[in-house]
């Protein structure tokens, strides 16, 4: 009589062995599939980063007038050194 009952019960505990082994398998696979996936895509996203900052406005400095002068405060040395040497826009805002 047990023996009639330990059959079934081996056939499921070898299922439930194999079933655990091909989703921990499975699970590797995808981990590995994400993880590629992810390296892809942050090489490609710093490319977009790097041209959102490039475009983006810095306050570098102030600009005043006093009694007919022109006074311009900076708040680097590299900005000094771009206005001294006159690479530099001007814009009239209405």
């Known amino acids: 009589m047990s023996l009639?009952?330990?059959?079934?019960?081996?056939?499921?505990?070898?299922?439930?062995?194999?079933?655990?082994f091909t989703r921990?398998?499975?699970?590797?696979e995808t981990i590995k599939d994400y993880e590629a996936k992810f390296e892809n895509w942050k090489v490609h996203a710093k490319s977009e980063e790097k041209e959102v900052q490039e475009s983006k406005k810095e306050l570098v400095g102030l600009v005043f007038k006093?009694?007919?002068?022109i006074d311009i405060e900076l708040f680097d040395e590299l900005t000094n050194d771009r206005i001294q040497k006159g690479k530099f826009n001007s814009k009239i805002r209405e």
Do not use: A, R, S
Not at 24 to 28: A, G, P, R, V
Not at 66 to 69: R, S
């Open 24 to 28: 921990t398998k499975f699970e590797k």
């Open 4 to 20: 009639d009952l330990m059959i079934p019960f081996g056939i499921l505990l070898v299922l439930v062995v194999y079933l655990i």
């Open 66 to 69: 006093k009694n007919g002068k």
